[in-house]
């Protein structure tokens, strides 16, 4: 299988953000705060990269109609199936820049 988004996504990038929002001292403050919730729009706006590299690296774009596409991304994955997305944008990321080493 020919991995379309092999050369177009920058895993390093999807990962390291990934990394930073899950250390970020914000994840210390008390809900409803309002630094709190921006960091929850963020790492849901992170999360859709994530979900949309993942998806993107085996099925090419345009393949499945849009509003079938929008249904995936919107669906809720359960904890194994989100480790298995993570793991595999974060493997990813580590053959795109193995200078980098392990994370």
Known sequence: ???V?????????????????MNDERNNLPEGHPQLEELYREQYENWD????AYYY????PGVLPEWMENAIFTMDLTVEEWDEVIR????????????DGNR
């Not at 990269?49 to 949309?52: G, P, S, T």
């Not at 690296?57 to 090419?60: E, I, M, N, T």
């Not at 595999?88 to 200078?99: D, T, W």
């Open 57 to 60: 690296a085996h099925v090419p």
């Open 1 to 3: 299988m020919i991995n």
């Open 88 to 99: 595999f944008v974060m493997e990813q990321a580590i053959i795109q820049n193995p200078i």
């Open 49 to 52: 990269d994530i979900l949309k």
């Open 5 to 21: 988004m092999e050369k177009t996504t920058d895993y390093k990038a999807i990962a390291d953000r990934y990394i930073q929002l």
